[in-house]
């Protein structure tokens, strides 16, 4: 498993220079350090976690989204075993996302059960862009954090600015 933090930071908990560097530059988050220990400590028990990278980590007040890449399609199920096993132990609802360049299905997987209807890029004049989703407004009680919690989760993930409309 490749973490944001080097393999002895995440099984001692005590950071090295290099990793400490990191965290004071912002590059990576308390959050980051916290989940990597973890989830080094549950490699032993679940190998299949061996072929993954966390990329990612974002602490909302009523979610963590923990953003991975690697595996196959089968060890789904096993990020879902994860996650629930993190959301017990820290008390929190926690999401395991697979990364993705596609904004629209990195949110849907952070909304979910709510749908997302789609997405458009809108081209600003300074050259940047931004993404506008939209959702279904009867979703709006469905979706497990609030579309602003939403909305600075992607940016924290991707970097991404995006508005979510609900019709």
């Known amino acids: 498993m490749k973490t944001p933090i080097c ?7 005590v950071l090295c220079p290099r990793c400490q560097e990191k965290l004071d530059k912002g590059e990576i988050t308390d959050a980051d350090v916290e ?12 190998p299949g976690l061996k072929d993954y990278v ?3 980590t974002v602490k909302l007040p009523r979610m963590m989204i923990i953003m991975v890449s690697g595996g196959s399609g089968a060890n789904r199920a096993l990020l879902s075993k994860i996650s629930k096993q993190l959301s017990d132990e820290k008390r929190i609802n ?3 996302i697979e990364k993705t360049s596609s904004i629209k299905r990195l949110l849907e997987q952070i909304v979910t059960p709510a749908r997302v209807m789609g997405a458009n890029t809108v081209w600003l004049p300074d050259g940047s862009w931004e993404s506008t989703i939209r959702m279904p407004r009867a979703d709006m009680r469905k979706m497990p954090l609030d579309a602003s919690s939403a909305e ?9 600015v995006i508005h979510i409309i609900f019709e």
């Open 152 to 160: 600075e989760a992607i940016r924290i993930l991707t970097g991404e």
């Open 35 to 46: 989940v990597s220990k973890w989830f080094i400590d549950s490699e032993l028990k679940n």
């Open 7 to 13: 393999y002895f930071c995440a099984k001692s908990g």
């Open 94 to 96: 926690v999401r395991i």
């Open 54 to 56: 966390i990329h990612r």
